[in-house]
């Protein structure tokens, strides 16, 4: 493992959070460690090193034998079965907000799949953010008593919310272009901001809309807490990969490709067989890799998309098993509904 030189770590993790820059400095675009042949080096141990959030309800969560699951991590596993046709050949590494970059930079994981959101700063100081798998927006918390419905509402307001965020950096944006105050108290982990919110020391949490939706559930009385319909801000969840490594970069980016591509196909995780015995169109063919040799230019085998579907499922089946309405989360498929049913999770053809 490379050890990234202490000035370099210091631009880098000022870009990331979106500080300015000391004087002159060059953009902050650290020397990547072993960017080159990631497959490779997967291969040859044998399994995926993927970083992911220590625990956000839906995308990355432990159960009490440390088996993960969540979005996220079902993205880290459709990589595993990509490549090894085993989606269980991942080791999971938690990630704080803050030491997640580091992480990635240094080459402690081969991907960052961890509700991360793909901003200029981040994708120009130390990575690549392939493909959206997840489009959000920035929300609030508040208590029902409040009887707040408007963000505006919360001038004045005392906001928790977690360092090393877009989180932070929107928030005082927001407030001052609309000439309104708030005072923000920050913690480094969403136990301890959640715990500050819930103790009455902020009257608001913000934080991904996402997050917010099973943070409400962490709560004593959920029902007493509501999350505004308002989001402040653009928040494209992207898995970030190292730059320098053109063939990686395919591999995450048409991972989550395959998952859109099979969806709109109507491939599922529950008739993949019987499309693969039946595979009466084209696309049909190229997606189980019946027809065509794309996996090979991908340096994977001709059924890696198959054998994403067979073991994790497309988007869809992803997005119902962690977050749909079977969930206690129920969040809506929204602006993550395919490009033809109103959303925008768009699969560039494989072809
Ligand atoms: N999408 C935002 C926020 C991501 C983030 O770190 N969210 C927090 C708040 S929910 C989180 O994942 N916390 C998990 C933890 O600290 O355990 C970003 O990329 O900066």
Same mark, same amino acid.
């Given at each position: 493992?490379?050890?990234?030189?202490?000035?370099?770590?210091?631009?880098?993790? $000022? &870009?990331?959070?979106?500080?300015?820059?000391?004087? %002159?400095?060059?953009? !902050?675009?650290?020397? +990547? *460690?072993?960017?080159?042949?990631?497959?490779?080096?997967?291969?040859?141990?044998?399994?995926?090193?993927?970083?992911?959030?220590?625990?956000?309800?839906?995308?990355?969560?432990?159960?009490?034998?440390?088996?993960?699951?969540?979005?996220?991590?079902?993205?880290?596993?459709?990589?595993?079965?990509?490549?090894?046709?085993?989606?269980?050949?991942?080791?999971?590494?938690?990630?704080?907000?803050?030491?997640?970059?580091?992480?990635?930079?240094?080459?402690?994981?081969?991907? $960052? &799949?961890?509700?991360?959101?793909?901003?200029?700063? %981040?994708?120009?100081? !130390?990575?690549?953010? +392939? *493909?959206?798998?997840?489009?959000?927006?920035?929300?609030?918390?508040?208590?029902?008593?409040?009887?707040?419905?408007?963000?505006?509402?919360?001038?004045?307001?005392?906001?928790?919310?977690?360092?090393?965020?877009?989180?932070?950096?929107?928030?005082?944006?927001?407030?001052?272009?609309?000439?309104?105050?708030?005072?923000?108290?920050?913690?480094?982990?969403?136990?301890?901001?959640?715990?500050?919110?819930?103790?009455?020391?902020?009257?608001?949490?913000?934080?991904?809309?996402?997050?917010?939706?099973?943070?409400?559930?962490?709560?004593?009385?959920?029902?007493?807490?509501?999350?505004?319909?308002?989001?402040?801000?653009?928040?494209?969840?992207?898995?970030?990969?190292?730059?320098?490594?053109?063939?990686?970069?395919?591999?995450?980016?048409?991972?989550?490709?395959?998952?859109?591509?099979?969806?709109?196909?109507?491939?599922?995780?529950?008739?993949?067989?019987?499309?693969?015995?039946?595979?009466?169109?084209?696309?049909?063919?190229?997606?189980?890799?019946?027809?065509?040799?794309?996996?090979?230019?991908?340096?994977?085998?001709?059924?890696?998309?198959?054998?994403?579907?067979?073991?994790?499922?497309?988007?869809?089946?992803?997005?119902?098993?962690?977050?749909?309405?079977?969930?206690?989360?129920?969040?809506?498929?929204?602006?993550?509904?395919?490009?033809?049913?109103?959303?925008?999770?768009?699969?560039?053809?494989?072809?």
């Amino acid at each position: 493992m490379r050890v990234v030189r202490p000035k370099a770590a210091l631009l880098l993790a $000022l &870009a990331l959070l979106g500080a300015p820059l000391p004087a %002159r400095a060059e953009p !902050a675009k650290a020397e +990547p *460690a072993r960017a080159e042949g990631t497959l490779a080096q997967v291969k040859a141990r044998g399994h995926l090193v993927c970083g992911v959030s220590p625990g956000v309800a839906g995308f990355s969560v432990p159960d009490g034998q440390g088996r993960w699951t969540g979005l996220d991590v079902d993205f880290c596993r459709a990589l595993a079965a990509a490549i090894f046709d085993d989606p269980e050949a991942v080791r999971f590494i938690p990630q704080s907000s803050a030491a997640r970059f580091t992480a990635l930079q240094s080459g402690e994981i081969d991907v $960052l &799949a961890r509700n991360t959101t793909w901003t200029l700063s %981040r994708d120009t100081a !130390a990575m690549n953010f +392939p *493909a959206i798998t997840f489009y959000d927006g920035q929300g609030f918390l508040v208590r029902k008593s409040l009887d707040i419905t408007q963000v505006r509402q919360l001038d004045r307001a005392t906001i928790c919310l977690q360092q090393g965020t877009t989180t932070e950096l929107n928030l005082a944006d927001w407030f001052r272009t609309r000439g309104l105050t708030q005072s923000v108290v920050t913690f480094a982990n969403s136990e301890q901001t959640l715990g500050a919110y819930e103790s009455g020391r902020c009257d608001a949490y913000s934080t991904d809309q996402s997050s917010l939706y099973g943070e409400r559930l962490k709560t004593a009385h959920p029902d007493e807490h509501v999350i505004l319909s308002e989001a402040i801000s653009k928040e494209p969840f992207a898995p970030g990969v190292r730059q320098g490594d053109d063939q990686w970069r395919d591999i995450v980016a048409w991972t989550h490709y395959a998952m859109l591509d099979a969806e709109e196909a109507g491939i599922r995780q529950d008739n993949i067989a019987q499309m693969r015995r039946e595979a009466l169109s084209p696309d049909v063919k190229r997606i189980l890799g019946l027809e065509g040799a794309y996996g090979a230019r991908l340096g994977l085998t001709a059924d890696w998309a198959a054998r994403i579907v067979r073991h994790v499922g497309n988007y869809g089946d992803s997005f119902a098993r962690n977050l749909g309405d079977a969930t206690p989360l129920k969040i809506p498929r929204g602006l993550n509904a395919l490009w033809n049913q109103g959303g925008l999770q768009y699969g560039p053809p494989i072809r």
